[in-house]
């Protein structure tokens, strides 16, 4: 058996036709053990996570291609680099440098603009702004950008999320002992804290809830446990073994609904 302390995470599968034939040998194997021997929680979860893991390591891993720059920030880095290259060169005007070349360029760039030399501080303040603007844009799509992944990353790992937050980036491979758990509660759970049982609020819940009565216990039924699996989100679950999985071999689920 696996034991907690072994376990691996689980690497994320991409949807494949491969993945399903997987899949489909996989299920076809518990089906054949769960009707020859009746397992516990305990046991289904290791069943499941032993299948999840030969299933991930067989999947061949996607080749990742060179990542290419954004288009918005591919055109906002143009615009940068064409305003700077401007008001270089009208620095040079500034400082006294009256090259043929330098008149040239400055030419190019006023014809361009539908300027003349009259209004050539007045452009270059221009310029300026524009600069100006053109760095806070790419500062906010940046900001966007950042919300985006932190957004996908809630969705398919919330624990790193958290981790990225917090700016913890190491992360607990073994539960905490006995003692540590003891301890912990302890301070919370046996700490004598005289709390107010007789405050207002305490009367208005008992009798606006005077007419509540106890629920009655229900067996839970295959139905129940796969309305809560379906409901559930593939990749988002805080163990080691995602609801993609426990999705995935519906063969346990009659199993997973008699141990509980």
């Given at each position: 058996?696996?034991?907690?302390?072994?376990?691996?995470?689980?690497?994320?599968?991409?949807?494949?036709?491969?993945?399903?034939?997987?899949?489909?040998?996989?299920?076809?194997?518990?089906?054949?053990?769960?009707?020859?021997?009746?397992?516990n929680i305990t046991e289904l979860n290791t069943l499941e996570y032993v299948a999840a893991a030969v299933i991930a390591d067989e999947m061949r891993d996607t080749p990742?291609?060179?990542r290419k720059e954004l288009l918005w920030k591919r055109r906002l880095q143009q615009k940068v680099d064409q305003?700077?290259?401007?008001?270089?060169?009208?620095?040079?005007?500034?400082?006294?440098?009256?090259?043929?070349?330098?008149?040239?360029?400055?030419?190019?760039?006023?014809?361009?603009?539908?300027?003349?030399?009259?209004?050539?501080?007045?452009?270059?303040?221009?310029?300026?702004?524009?600069?100006?603007?053109?760095?806070?844009?790419?500062?906010?799509?940046?900001?966007?950008?950042?919300?985006?992944?932190?957004?996908?990353?809630?969705?398919?790992?919330?624990?790193?999320?958290?981790?990225?937050?917090?700016?913890?980036?190491?992360?607990?491979?073994?539960?905490?002992?006995?003692?540590?758990?003891?301890?912990?509660?302890?301070?919370?759970?046996?700490?004598?804290?005289?709390?107010?049982?007789?405050?207002?609020?305490?009367?208005?819940?008992?009798?606006?809830?005077?007419?509540?009565?106890?629920?009655?216990?229900?067996?839970?039924?295959?139905?129940?446990?796969?309305?809560?699996?379906?409901?559930?989100?593939?990749?988002?679950?805080?163990?080691?073994?995602?609801?993609?999985?426990?999705?995935?071999?519906?063969?346990?689920?009659?199993?997973?609904?008699?141990?509980?």
């Amino acid at each position: 058996s696996v034991t907690i302390k072994d376990r691996k995470r689980l690497k994320h599968v991409r949807q494949s036709k491969e993945l399903d034939q997987n899949i489909e040998l996989a299920k076809q194997a518990l089906v054949n053990i769960a009707k020859e021997y009746p397992l516990n929680i305990t046991e289904l979860n290791t069943l499941e996570y032993v299948a999840a893991a030969v299933i991930a390591d067989e999947m061949r891993d996607t080749p990742k291609g060179v990542r290419k720059e954004l288009l918005w920030k591919r055109r906002l880095q143009q615009k940068v680099d064409q305003h700077c290259r401007i008001l270089s060169i009208f620095s040079y005007l500034m400082l006294g440098v009256t090259s043929r070349h330098v008149y040239k360029q400055i030419r190019r760039i006023l014809r361009l603009a539908r300027k003349d030399h009259s209004k050539l501080e007045e452009f270059t303040k221009d310029i300026k702004i524009k600069l100006q603007a053109r760095a806070q844009w790419r500062q906010r799509y940046k900001k966007r950008q950042q919300q985006f992944y932190q957004n996908k990353l809630f969705i398919e790992d919330t624990k790193k999320i958290y981790q990225l937050l917090n700016k913890q980036q190491n992360s607990t491979s073994e539960p905490p002992s006995q003692p540590a758990v003891e301890t912990f509660w302890h301070s919370i759970l046996e700490d004598n804290v005289k709390h107010n049982n007789g405050a207002l609020w305490i009367k208005d819940k008992e009798k606006a809830n005077q007419r509540v009565t106890p629920q009655a216990w229900t067996e839970l039924t295959l139905t129940n446990v796969l309305k809560v699996i379906k409901r559930a989100q593939n990749w988002k679950s805080n163990g080691l073994d995602k609801n993609f999985w426990l999705k995935s071999f519906n063969a346990l689920h009659q199993q997973l609904t008699r141990a509980m």
